[in-house]
């Protein structure tokens, strides 16, 4: 039995494994608030609309971790934990309207959410999950909403960033484990928010006032917030959130279908090698690193293979993201990822926060048109993508785009070529040290080649 | 305010949501009024509809 080191936060309870399955302890002292939790109704209402994990009691079946516990749960398997700062746009703001709606739901049921930590939200079946069942506690007339803060510094200074000021704030999320602190959002969201409502208040005026009564807490007077006003509060954070917008495109891969170099008969072959290669393989979870918008990931997650699509560009994510979901796609998950950086293992010990690679393996990994974009543009030797490969996947599917394609040699017409041995033969010889070729067949018309590999 | 929050709310988090709900309240409120005046509107200038499945 092995405590979850990310669940360390909350004294009401914690997750832990027990025989690779995750479980949830839930303590004595939260025994009130978990009662009201199912006989409110509220955790019927939340679980049958799909915006709370579901789970099972299973106290009598499985051991309590320690002497304070009241139940334990088996709560419904989600497939791959996915963090905040890898969301596309539209993903951080469906988690914070998410996030909206259980807490209006708990209100109607006399309960209020505690927290709202934007990493309580995960996306299962393609959609924002509450995955927290002990973040409800009962609603006290008069109170304010302890969570307020969190879900400003979680989800609305983040998407108004990324919204009014530019994608790429969403790094600070991965800088900053408790979300983007007001007084740093307010100095960089431009001057003409202050005429927003929401956001002036929400934003400006909330940063003001955490820095008037920092270190005052028992000086400070609290006025009660009243029903109403609460109920003002929410709707205010759930409208300024809805008109938040951000459109893709004029980034780096935005249209990169356009500008590939298949002819329409090599891109027919190339999607039934993979196909192929898919059905050789039978993987439970694909990675496709480099997935653009997701147009080859498709072929496994139509499959109901569980796929995650990352791309290094925000654009080209958020663009899979909306296709999903107009096609309400179950198996799919698009994630911001910058290979030569990926997300690290992050928080208290290194442990709350998994890395990209501690997040595996993944049963097949494809990795197609990116080796020169990892070679060429970042000078990554052949041998250590190849060793990078081998450690987060057991088969892959590889794409070789050597030289002389006008992909490479357009990102050689601007450098010096120090990549002698990027050729085929380098290529196999890195590849061969880790892995065992099973298939090789070239594309038709073009110079590329697409390889099938299992790792040694 | 409940003693068992485990998380940090912040003085001046709490004190502000008092200044700011009161404002959103009375603009949660208008708008539903003005959303209820709408539908009420509606519902008068239209025509009855037919409801029944019997055609």
Known sequence: MLVEPASFRDPSGFLFWDNDKLYRQVNKAYKNDFDLLLSSGLYKRLTDSSLLISHQDVTDKVEAKSDNNYKVIKPKEVPFISYPYEWSF????????????????????????????A???????????LID????????????????????????????????????TQHLMRTNIDGVPLDLASIILPAKTRFSPALASHIHLH???????????????????????????????????KKMEWKPGGTEWGEYYTFTNYSSNAFKQKKKLIEGFIAITKPKQVWDIGANTGLFSRLASSQHIQTIAFDIDPAAVEKNYRQLKANNEKSLLPLVMDLTNPSPALGWAHEERQSLAGRGEADLVMALALIHHLVISNNVPLERAAKFMAQIGKHLIIEFVP????????????????????????????????FDIIEKVKIKSSKRILYLMERK | MNLFAYI?????????QALIGVFAGVMFFSKSLIRQGIARARLFFSKPKNTSTEE
């Open chain 1, 90 to 117: 539209s993903q951080l703001k469906d988690a914070a309207l998410t996030t909206l709606k259980v807490q209006k739901a708990a209100l109607d049921h006399g309960m209020t959410l505690k927290d709202a930590s």
């Open chain 1, 119 to 129: 990493y309580n939200i995960q996306f299962v079946d393609g959609k924002p999950l």
């Open chain 1, 133 to 168: 069942t002990l973040s409800f506690e009962s609603y006290e007339a008069g109170s304010p909403w302890i969570a307020y803060r969190q879900f400003c510094q979680h989800f609305l200074a983040p998407l108004a960033l990324m919204s009014k000021v530019d994608i790429r």
């Open chain 1, 207 to 241: 940063a003001r006032s955490q820095k008037k009564y920092a270190g005052k807490a028992g000086s400070a007077k609290q006025r009660p917030v009243s029903r109403f006003a609460l109920n003002g509060l929410i709707d205010s954070l759930e409208s300024s959130i």
């Open chain 1, 403 to 434: 030289k002389g394609d006008s992909q490479v040699d357009k990102l050689l017409s601007t450098r010096e070529d120090i990549f002698p041995d990027y050729d085929v033969d380098g290529f196999e010889k890195s590849y061969k040290e880790h």
């Open chain 2, 8 to 16: 940090d709310p912040g003085t001046g988090s709490m004190i502000v």
